[in-house]
């Protein structure tokens, strides 16, 4: 089994935000199961997530999406990681990024936390920052605006084509790291195909 962990704030008000495209591409990922009825439960409360169980091939993969702000994301993923006595090659954590130009994409097999707050409380809670993480760009605050401000904001229209098209290249880089590991996904997705 696999798990793909999709950063995000909980609530209807952060939907559509910066910080929520982690979560974005597990619901492109979900889109790709429609015809099985799957959706997320919140069954997953238990470790404070919504969760969604899909097939990528012949490998099970668990969405998890942490209902816990994302400055806590390492609460939950903690306890999914303790329940299914996760090893971390089998853990991949989907989140935005400040420092990648909007829409680009950025594969890792380990590595700080490079500012995601959500990465750096994973990173503390697990111990160790020897896991899989798939970054989306969101581009850096304009002018002298607030980094927390700015996270929290929905992307401008001119923005949202580039995000769209990210959202659907990161879940493509989800399936491939399922199927061939995180070598061949970042060898395919580190490079110029990002927009």
Known sequence: ?????GLCNPGSEYQG????VGFLALE???????????????????FEAVMAEIRIGTETVRLVAPQTYMNLSG????KVVDFYHLPPDDLLVVCDDLNL????????SSGSAGGQKGLHDIINRLGTDDFCRLRI???RPPGRMDAADYV?????????ELIDQAVVLAADAVELWVHDGIEATMNRYNGPQSP
């Open 1 to 5: 089994m696999k798990v793909v962990v």
């Open 17 to 20: 935000t910066r910080h929520n």
């Open 28 to 46: 492109e990922l979900l889109r790709r199961q429609e015809s099985s009825g799957v959706g997320f439960s919140r069954s997953g409360s238990r």
């Open 75 to 78: 609460r939950s993923v903690r």
């Open 101 to 108: 130009d909007t829409g680009r994409l950025r594969l890792r």
């Open 137 to 139: 760009g969101i581009g």
């Open 152 to 160: 929290l904001r929905k992307f401008r229209k001119n923005e949202q």
